[in-house]
Structure formats: structure tokens, C-alpha cells
């Protein structure tokens, strides 16, 4: 056990002697506990080093040795579900001293990722996907080739894993499913029992058995179905299987996830069996780590450390700047205090999204419906129906995934539903699975729903409070951390929908501020004496403000920090070409590409979005811009 982050790299001799999982593979089954015990270690002083997830992965370490030491990857195939786990699975497969790299520009990724190992069969960042991918290559793949699906049982709690695993059962194809429970959600805790009939259930003489019986029996009617009822209720009395074996699995477990000779022993059995198997362990998120173990929530990931000081200087106390989230969850109390009717509701993003005092003050008003971003949508349609106010806390990238029930049971029946959109924008370090890079773009198509982008906290909650009083769909979305830290204040205002605020007056050019890139857009504009406008609403836009700038300037620069396709800058430019209104413009945004992990402010540097970038990119359009628009004095 472990209670303390090492700050300098442990001595894990056996660990270093394996590069790629064939040279785990030759190794004696008895030396796989010691294998254990320093990749635990090594995992520890990586995310101390570099920051990330650990919590999920510390779980899973003899799981993934397990697997690793029985099936023959890459030429097997592991799916890995959600990617927070697989930190032990990169250590093994010959990227242990790329680990310091882990989230860092042009560094490891923080999940699975295609092109970065053969191993990483599948990439992903959010949940769910595991079962789905998995048989989709076992239907591709020859019989020799094995296929295992690793799934964690909140993933379970998504409807797309349960879809693939009504299909798995169809196709009868061979292939594993591990359900990686760490007593969060599924199962009470491994008893001897319950060991002692997992054990049987996977022992070679009870398949043996049980697929001799199958053949035997399928010859006379019905006995086979007889048979096979008897065999699952008598696993329903001692087993929680019972629902895998009605989707027509054959369950084993729950085993525990940290014994590796019951493991590899279990997964060696069943590695060549016949037809859809789910094996059912029962792990401990932050196995090994003292502190984690008692807060699984808490370490759910970790911060680089930082380097001890040498002396300890007494520093004057820096206000603290609240993040977003926190803005949100804090006027998600007041306006419930206000008012009765609002229902919180969030797809397993309690923590991330500023909501665990809201569902302290308010239990029986709040709702967390596990990884079911489509039910949560159409939850609060449902209430919205009956007069409540739901207000859906949702990150941008996961609320991607309600879009059709955003579609059809929100916009078009123009339901009343506040849709708080966290973590919109770059996102750093997590990078492309997790950034809400869209948001603006496939919303601002729909009917009748409200856009609104804050640029500080104080607007954030104001606006918060003007969609949760709108009749009508709408949304706010900010981004994850910090703000600029402007002075919220406590009353709620609320604002003319549709309206921006002038926040500068300069000449030659006005910049259209979407979003929290307000401060790099002022800052540029003081060295260009361009105008600047908080546009405040993505929709509807403020149309007579435009039109003014238009007239008044000779080159409108829209900024956002969401793709430029179709986003805030576009609607721009078809408000200006419906009235025909002739003016050069330069969108500012996102581009039609992937962007990678890294620091978030060295991303958007990278991108142009920075005071220095924005500055930049409106002097080379000036440069380049018909005589005929040509600024005096600007260049």
C-alpha cells in the first residue's frame, strides 16, 4: 500500500525488463504479483509528474496484466473503454518511458489513440463505445483472432452498451466482455460464495459440460430451453448475472479483479470459448493508493506535482478565482431558492459540472442519470411538459451525444429547458475527445433554441439567469477553469435576449467577441484602436448592432472559440448577405481540423486566438484587403 506520491522515479527492475507484452507473456505466472506491485508504483510517480488520470487506472492494474499475459496482442484485440483506465495497459505495451509525456503537446495521449500504438485498438475518450467496436472487429476478424471488450460498470449504464450487447448475443460471435465493476454501481462485494461458483463457472469441466449438454440436448425438443432455464436460475440465486444470461451471454463472476491466479486462471479458460462470454470483476478505483482508496471521487485524477521549494517564503494570499462550474453551481442554488420548480439534472457530471451542494440542499430536486446523455435530454422535456424547469448540466462533447432527443423532443416541440454547457471550447491536456468544439455550430442550426456565450463570470451568471427565465429552449455555454476574474455580482439581472454590449470605440475595424476571448480581443483592439463588441448572444443575434458596425467600419472580425464552420462568425455573414450588406470579414475561430492535447493557452497561441495571434491575423488582412477597403493610419 502506498500513501504518498513518489517524487523521484522508483527501482522497478522486473517492470523495465518488458517492452512490449510478448516479453510479459514469458515471464513465470509467479513473478506477475511483484509485476503488479511495481507498475503500481511507476503509475503513481507518472501522474505525479505529469498530471492525469489514476484513480481508474490503479484499479485495473492486474486486470490488465491479466489480459496482457493471456491474450496474444496486438493480434488479439483489447477495447478499452472510456480511456481513464488505460495508463497500466500504455506502461506494457512499449511506451513506459514515453509516459513523462502523458498530455503534453506532441506527447502520449491521455487515452487510447489509433495512431499512436497498435495496441490501442480503438480510440476513445468518452464511454460506452467498448462493446460495440469489439464486435464490430470480432465480425471482421478470422476465428483464431480473439476479441475482448473492457467495460466499467458506469459505461454499463449507457443504452449503446446495452444495444451492442442484444446484438452481441444475436451474431453469437466469439468474444469477451470484462465488466469492470468497482462496486460504484453494480454488485455488493465478492463473498467466498460468489468466488467459489465464479471459479466453477469458468472451469473448463463445466464448459466442457455445458457444451456437451447443449449438443445432446438441442436433438430433443425443448429440453435444451429447459435446460438452459434451470442453469439461470440457479446462477440468479447466487450470481447477479441473471440479466447477462437473459441477453444471452454466458456470465461469470463477479471475481475479484486484484487476485491475478484467479484471473489469469479464469480469463485462460474462457480465452477460446465459443459464443459471447462476460466475465464480471470487482475491482477497487485507486487500488494500492491509501488516499485514494478512501475517495475514489477525489482521485479520480491528479495534478502534476509541483517541485518542493528549497525555502519556504511566506507568499501573501492570492484571491481565488472561481471557476466556472462553480459559477454556475452557486447561482444553480440561488435560483432554486427562488424557485421551486427548477430540476437539476446532469449525465454523471455531479463533480465536474459545480453541482454536489445543489444535490446536498436539494436531493429530491436533482437528478444524476448515470453516462445517459440522451435520457437526460429527454427526461427534462418529459418535465418540462408537466411545468417544471429543468436546467441540464452537460459537457459540450457529451451533450453531442443527446443531439437527436435535442432535435426532435426539445427544439421542435420548443419545450422550456436550460441547458448548462460546461467545458465548452479547448479543453487542454484531455484534447479532442473531450473539447467542445461544436457546440455553437450544431446548435445554432436548430429552432427555437437560445445561444448564449458569457465572457466573464459575472455575464456567465447573468445570462445563466436570462435563459433559465426564457420561455423556451435555450443555452449557455462557458468554458472549463478560470475566468478572467470579474466581480460577480449577487443580484440577477436579466438581460435583453439578443442584445451585445459595446465595449470599445475605435476606428477601421470592429471585432465581434463570441465568448472568453473577450480580454485577448480588447487587448489587441488597444493596439489597433479597433472597436470591440461583447456580442452576447450566438442566437438570436443582435442584428441592429451589426448592421451599425457594418456601416461604421471597414472590417468586421468575429471571434469564438468553437469551429469557425458554421459558427458564430457564419452567422454572422448570413445575416449580412441576407440584408446585402457588402463588407470584408475575417473569422477567428477553430479550424476545420482535429486539435491535439496540450496546454490550453499554448493551443489557442498556436491557433491565432491569443492577444498577440488576433492582432496579428487582422494586420495581414489589412495588408492583403482591396485598395479599396484600405485602413489610413492603421498599418
Given at each position: 500500500?502506498?500513501?504518498?506520491?513518489?517524487?523521484?522515479?522508483?527501482?522497478?527492475?522486473?517492470?523495465?525488463?518488458?517492452?512490449?507484452?510478448?516479453?510479459?507473456?514469458?515471464?513465470?505466472?509467479?513473478?506477475?504479483?511483484?509485476?503488479?506491485?511495481?507498475?503500481?508504483?511507476?503509475?503513481?510517480?507518472?501522474?505525479?509528474?505529469?498530471?492525469?488520470?489514476?484513480?481508474?487506472?490503479?484499479?485495473?492494474?492486474?486486470?490488465?496484466?491479466?489480459?496482457?499475459?493471456?491474450?496474444?496482442?496486438?493480434?488479439?484485440?483489447?477495447?478499452?473503454?472510456?480511456?481513464?483506465?488505460?495508463?497500466?495497459?500504455?506502461?506494457?505495451?512499449?511506451?513506459?518511458?514515453?509516459?513523462?509525456?502523458?498530455?503534453?503537446?506532441?506527447?502520449?495521449?491521455?487515452?487510447?489513440?489509433?495512431?499512436?500504438?497498435?495496441?490501442?485498438?480503438?480510440?476513445?475518450?468518452?464511454?460506452?463505445?467498448?462493446?460495440?467496436?469489439?464486435?464490430?472487429?470480432?465480425?471482421?476478424?478470422?476465428?483464431?483472432?480473439?476479441?475482448?471488450?473492457?467495460?466499467?460498470?458506469?459505461?454499463?449504464?449507457?443504452?449503446?452498451?446495452?444495444?451492442?450487447?442484444?446484438?452481441?448475443?444475436?451474431?453469437?460471435?466469439?468474444?469477451?466482455?470484462?465488466?469492470?465493476?468497482?462496486?460504484?454501481?453494480?454488485?455488493?462485494?465478492?463473498?467466498?460464495?460468489?468466488?467459489?461458483?465464479?471459479?466453477?463457472?469458468?472451469?473448463?469441466?463445466?464448459?466442457?459440460?455445458?457444451?456437451?449438454?447443449?449438443?445432446?440436448?438441442?436433438?430433443?425438443?425443448?429440453?435444451?430451453?429447459?435446460?438452459?432455464?434451470?442453469?439461470?436460475?440457479?446462477?440468479?440465486?447466487?450470481?447477479?448475472?441473471?440479466?447477462?444470461?437473459?441477453?444471452?451471454?454466458?456470465?461469470?463472476?463477479?471475481?475479484?479483479?486484484?487476485?491475478?491466479?484467479?484471473?489469469?486462471?479464469?480469463?485462460?479458460?474462457?480465452?477460446?470459448?465459443?459464443?459471447?462470454?462476460?466475465?464480471?470483476?470487482?475491482?477497487?478505483?485507486?487500488?494500492?493508493?491509501?488516499?485514494?482508496?478512501?475517495?475514489?471521487?477525489?482521485?479520480?485524477?491528479?495534478?502534476?506535482?509541483?517541485?518542493?521549494?528549497?525555502?519556504?517564503?511566506?507568499?501573501?494570499?492570492?484571491?481565488?478565482?472561481?471557476?466556472?462550474?462553480?459559477?454556475?453551481?452557486?447561482?444553480?442554488?440561488?435560483m432554486a431558492e427562488r424557485d421551486e420548480k427548477l430540476i437539476g439534472i446532469?449525465?454523471?457530471?455531479?463533480?465536474?459540472?459545480?453541482?454536489?451542494?445543489?444535490?446536498?440542499?436539494?436531493?429530491?430536486?436533482?437528478?444524476?442519470?448515470?453516462?445517459?446523455?440522451?435520457?437526460?435530454?429527454?427526461?427534462?422535456?418529459?418535465?418540462?411538459?408537466?411545468?417544471?424547469?429543468?436546467?441540464?448540466?452537460?459537457?459540450?462533447?457529451?451533450?453531442?451525444?443527446?443531439?437527436?432527443?435535442?432535435?426532435?423532443?426539445?427544439?421542435?416541440?420548443?419545450?422550456?429547458?436550460?441547458?448548462?454547457?460546461?467545458?465548452?471550447?479547448?479543453?487542454?491536456?484531455?484534447?479532442?475527445?473531450?473539447?467542445?468544439?461544436?457546440?455553437?455550430?450544431?446548435?445554432?442550426?436548430?429552432?427555437?433554441?437560445?445561444?448564449?456565450?458569457?465572457?466573464?463570470?459575472?455575464?456567465?451568471?447573468?445570462?445563466l439567469y436570462t435563459a433559465y427565465r426564457h420561455k423556451g429552449p435555450a443555452?449557455?455555454?462557458?468554458?472549463?477553469?478560470?475566468?478572467?476574474?470579474?466581480?460577480?455580482?449577487?443580484?440577477?439581472?436579466?438581460?435583453?435576449?439578443?442584445?451585445?454590449?459595446?465595449?470599445?470605440?475605435?476606428?477601421?475595424?470592429?471585432?465581434?467577441?463570441?465568448?472568453?476571448?473577450?480580454?485577448?480581443?480588447?487587448?489587441?483592439?488597444?493596439?489597433?484602436?479597433?472597436?470591440?463588441?461583447?456580442?452576447?448572444?450566438?442566437?438570436?443575434?443582435?442584428?441592429?448592432?451589426?448592421?451599425?458596425?457594418?456601416?461604421?467600419?471597414?472590417?468586421?472580425v468575429t471571434i469564438e472559440e468553437n469551429t469557425i464552420a458554421g459558427g458564430?462568425?457564419?452567422?454572422?455573414?448570413?445575416?449580412?448577405?441576407?440584408?446585402?450588406?457588402?463588407?470584408?470579414?475575417?473569422?477567428?475561430?477553430?479550424?476545420?481540423?482535429?486539435?491535439?492535447?496540450?496546454?490550453?493557452?499554448?493551443?489557442?497561441?498556436?491557433?491565432?486566438?491569443?492577444?498577440?495571434?488576433?492582432?496579428?491575423?487582422?494586420?495581414?488582412?489589412?495588408?492583403?484587403?482591396?485598395?479599396?477597403?484600405?485602413?489610413?493610419?492603421?498599418?
Amino acid at each position: 500500500m502506498f500513501n504518498e506520491i513518489p517524487r523521484t522515479r522508483p527501482q522497478t527492475p522486473l517492470l523495465d525488463s518488458i517492452d512490449d507484452p510478448a516479453q510479459l507473456r514469458a515471464l513465470d505466472e509467479r513473478q506477475l504479483p511483484e509485476l503488479a506491485n511495481q507498475l503500481r508504483e511507476y503509475l503513481l510517480y507518472c501522474v505525479g509528474q505529469t498530471g492525469g488520470h489514476f484513480g481508474a487506472g490503479l484499479g485495473v492494474v492486474e486486470l490488465t496484466i491479466a489480459l496482457h499475459y493471456i491474450y496474444n496482442t496486438p493480434e488479439d484485440r483489447l477495447v478499452w473503454d472510456v480511456g481513464h483506465q488505460t495508463y497500466p495497459h500504455k506502461i506494457l505495451t512499449g511506451r513506459r518511458e514515453q509516459m513523462l509525456t502523458m498530455r503534453q503537446k506532441g506527447g502520449l495521449s491521455g487515452f487510447p489513440k489509433r495512431a499512436e500504438s497498435p495496441y490501442d485498438t480503438f480510440g476513445v475518450g468518452h464511454s460506452s463505445t467498448s462493446i460495440s467496436a469489439a464486435l464490430g472487429m470480432a465480425l471482421a476478424s478470422s476465428e483464431e483472432r480473439r476479441v475482448a471488450a473492457i467495460i466499467g460498470d458506469g459505461a454499463m449504464t449507457a443504452g449503446l452498451a446495452f444495444e451492442a450487447l442484444n446484438h452481441a448475443a444475436h451474431t453469437g460471435k466469439n468474444m469477451l466482455v470484462v465488466l469492470n465493476d468497482n462496486r460504484m454501481s453494480i454488485s455488493k462485494n465478492v463473498g467466498g460464495l460468489a468466488t467459489y461458483f465464479a471459479k466453477i463457472l469458468a472451469s473448463k469441466t463445466y464448459l466442457s459440460m455445458r457444451e456437451g449438454s447443449r449438443r445432446i440436448l438441442s436433438a430433443i425438443p425443448k429440453a435444451w430451453q429447459l435446460a438452459r432455464r434451470t442453469e439461470e436460475h440457479v446462477k440468479g440465486m447466487i450470481t447477479p448475472g441473471t440479466l447477462f444470461e437473459e441477453l444471452g451471454f454466458n456470465y461469470v463472476g463477479p471475481l475479484d479483479g486484484h487476485n491475478l491466479h484467479d484471473l489469469v486462471h479464469t480469463l485462460r479458460n474462457l480465452r477460446n470459448q465459443r459464443g459471447p462470454q462476460l466475465l464480471h470483476v470487482v475491482t477497487t478505483k485507486g487500488k494500492g493508493f491509501g488516499p485514494a482508496e478512501e475517495d475514489p471521487v477525489g482521485y479520480h485524477a491528479l495534478n502534476k506535482l509541483e517541485p518542493e521549494p528549497k525555502v519556504q517564503v511566506a507568499m501573501p494570499a492570492e484571491k481565488k478565482t472561481p471557476k466556472y462550474q462553480d459559477v454556475f453551481g452557486c447561482w444553480l442554488c440561488d435560483m432554486a431558492e427562488r424557485d421551486e420548480k427548477l430540476i437539476g439534472i446532469t449525465p454523471a457530471m455531479c463533480e465536474g459540472s459545480g453541482m454536489v451542494t445543489f444535490a446536498e440542499r436539494f436531493p429530491e430536486r436533482f437528478h444524476d442519470v448515470a453516462i445517459a446523455e440522451q435520457h437526460a435530454v429527454t427526461l427534462a422535456a418529459g418535465l418540462a411538459c408537466e411545468g417544471a424547469k429543468p436546467v441540464v448540466a452537460i459537457y459540450s462533447t457529451f451533450l453531442q451525444r443527446g443531439y437527436d432527443q435535442l432535435v426532435h423532443d426539445v427544439a421542435i416541440q420548443n419545450l422550456d429547458v436550460t441547458f448548462a454547457i460546461d467545458r465548452a471550447g479547448l479543453v487542454g491536456e484531455d484534447g479532442p475527445t473531450h473539447a467542445g468544439s461544436f457546440d455553437l455550430t450544431y446548435m445554432r442550426c436548430l429552432p427555437n433554441v437560445a445561444i448564449a456565450a458569457p465572457s466573464d463570470e459575472n455575464e456567465c451568471r447573468q445570462l445563466l439567469y436570462t435563459a433559465y427565465r426564457h420561455k423556451g429552449p435555450a443555452a449557455v455555454r462557458y468554458p472549463r477553469g478560470t475566468g478572467p476574474g470579474a466581480e460577480i455580482r449577487k443580484e440577477m439581472t436579466e438581460l435583453p435576449l439578443g442584445k451585445g454590449r459595446l465595449m470599445r470605440k475605435g476606428t477601421g475595424v470592429a471585432i465581434l467577441n463570441f465568448g472568453t476571448l473577450l480580454a485577448p480581443a480588447m487587448a489587441a483592439a488597444e493596439n489597433l484602436n479597433a472597436t470591440v463588441a461583447d456580442m452576447r448572444w450566438v442566437k438570436p443575434l443582435d442584428e441592429r448592432l451589426i448592421d451599425e458596425l457594418a456601416a461604421e467600419h471597414q472590417l468586421l472580425v468575429t471571434i469564438e472559440e468553437n469551429t469557425i464552420a458554421g459558427g458564430a462568425g457564419s452567422a454572422v455573414m448570413e445575416y449580412l448577405n441576407r440584408v446585402g450588406t457588402l463588407i470584408p470579414m475575417l473569422q477567428l475561430g477553430l479550424p476545420d481540423r482535429i486539435i491535439e492535447h496540450g496546454k490550453h493557452k499554448v493551443l489557442l497561441a498556436e491557433l491565432g486566438l491569443d492577444a498577440t495571434g488576433i492582432e496579428r491575423q487582422i494586420r495581414q488582412r489589412l495588408e492583403n484587403q482591396s485598395p479599396d477597403y484600405k485602413i489610413q493610419n492603421l498599418l
